[in-house]
């Protein structure tokens, strides 16, 4: 009877060995997982930095460029793509825009706003009601224009805060406007800033897109007597002016050759010489689709 409790006991103690050594290999296994894991994630992480330290760099060869100006400019400020290697880690996608070539929310006219929407696919009505909205939205005053909105209409509406009755600060505010509609908005978003001093456009520097997006909103807009309609660059006279070429809108995205990805975006004022130092009135983190895409493995100039 001894000999078969001592044996049992074996056994039971050969069981518990054997879940112990597999309890033992689970947590391994676990442990070794975790571990790969948190190596991804901090290899990601220094790759994410990487990105962002050359977009960064970027926006710094962008603004140097601008400082230069004239014939050494090295990028143009229509907002086109200029690509360039960064020393064999990846490529740099440049793009600068004077931001008179954009529509400015705080100064744009109310023929402009309705031209800018009916050109994006707003109907003149939905177009009307978006421009007072937006007019009604920045100026100081309470008196609400025929299709906009006041603090009555914001109260109707749920909103206790009413409208800023202030200039826009950031272009992303325009989603604040009661009666605005956001895919519209969306649609506008690269074509707008806050950061001119025009409320025209300067045919130089605005894309060609924009230049067609008013071109065919202002077609639609009732003539207005002695104003000069005629087309000069590709959009209404009427919105032409010339920029002061001050205030630059900057986006530079960073693709290295394993995939990550950063994009900058800027603007910056150059408050006077080229011995001057720039001010940045913005400055954050972007997002891609700017339209072209920067590729890695292109033959591009070094940065």
């Known amino acids: 009877m001894g000999l078969l409790t001592r044996g049992s006991d074996r056994g039971f103690v050969l069981i518990l060995v054997i879940w112990l050594a597999a309890l033992l290999a689970l947590l391994a296994v676990g442990f070794s997982s975790a571990v790969r894991a948190n190596l991804r994630l901090t290899s990601s992480a220094v790759q994410g930095a990487k990105a962002e330290a050359l977009a960064d760099g ?9 400082i230069a100006g004239g ?24 793009r600068i825009q004077d931001t008179g070539g954009r529509v400015n929310l705080n100064l744009a006219s109310e ?3 309705q031209a800018l929407f009916i050109g994006l696919g707003a109907g003149p009505g939905a177009a009307s009601t978006m421009s007072d909205a937006i007019l009604d939205y920045r100026d100081a005053d309470s008196n609400r224009r025929p299709n906009g ?35 519209l908005v969306a649609l506008a978003m690269p074509h707008l800033t806050v950061h001119s001093q025009t409320a025209g456009l300067d045919p130089q520097t605005t894309t060609r897109e924009l230049a067609a997006i008013l071109s065919r909103g202002g077609e639609q807009l009732p003539s207005r007597v002695g104003a000069a309609m005629a087309a000069r660059a590709g959009m ?20 290295l050759e394993n ?26 983190r972007g997002t891609s689709g700017f339209g072209e895409s920067v590729e890695v493995g292109v033959e591009v100039p070094p940065c």
Request: contains cysteine; aromatic residues 8%.
């Open 149 to 183: 909105a006041e603090k009555p209409e914001y109260l109707a509406a749920g909103r206790a805060l009413g409208p800023k009755n202030a200039p826009f600060d950031t272009v992303e505010e325009l989603n604040q406007v009661l009666g605005v509609d956001p895919a």
């Open 236 to 255: 209404p006279a009427e919105f032409i002016t010339n920029s002061s070429q001050k205030v630059f809108w900057v986006a530079s995205e960073a693709r």
């Open 111 to 113: 023929r402009m706003l």
């Open 71 to 94: 014939a050494e400019r090295r990028f143009p400020i229509d907002g086109s793509l200029r690509s360039c290697s960064m020393r064999g880690l990846g490529v740099a996608g440049l």
């Open 58 to 66: 970027g926006v710094e060869l962008a603004v140097l460029s601008l």
């Open 259 to 284: 995939g990550a990805v950063f994009v900058r975006e800027a603007v910056v004022e150059l408050q006077s010489t080229r011995t001057g130092t720039p001010f940045y009135k913005m400055w954050k």
